[in-house]
């Protein structure tokens, strides 16, 4: 099973700006579809992000569309979250996952969970 690992969270000022990143122990990892979720304190899990394992193709959530862009290095076996414009609401865990199932938007369709890494965006 992929094992991933993200990192680059931290605490950071409304405004500013964070990038994380995603590194998987998968040798085909440059196959695979890779999507971003997160998760706020008494919510639930949700959809951030998404990118095509050649990273031509991505889909963003309406909430974070403009500000958040994924983008990958298959030869470091990477998935990045550069995040700008950060608001308060934006604070949660954030994770990364591969992609197994059919719907892009779905944490269903993911598998090889990390540990996430925290990110808070102070006002």
């Known amino acids: 099973q992929v094992q991933l690992v993200e990192s680059g969270g931290g605490l950071v000022p409304a405004g500013g700006s964070l990038r994380l990143s995603c590194t998987s122990s998968?040798?085909?990892?440059?196959?695979?579809?890779m999507g971003w979720f997160r998760q706020a304190p008494g919510k639930e899990r949700e959809f951030v992000g998404h990118?095509?394992?050649?990273?031509?193709?991505?889909i963003y959530a309406d909430s974070v569309k403009g500000r958040f862009t994924i983008f990958r290095d298959n030869t470091k076996r990477t998935v990045y979250l550069q995040m700008s414009s950060l608001k308060p609401e934006d604070t949660a865990v954030y994770y990364c996952?591969?992609?197994?199932?059919?719907?892009?938007?779905?944490?269903?369709?993911?598998?090889?969970w990390g540990q996430g890494t925290q990110v808070t965006v102070s006002s």
């Open positions: 998968e040798r085909a990892f440059g196959i695979g579809d």
């Open positions: 990118i095509s394992w050649t990273g031509t193709n991505t």
């Open positions: 996952a591969a992609r197994s199932g059919t719907d892009p938007l779905s944490g269903l369709s993911y598998t090889g």
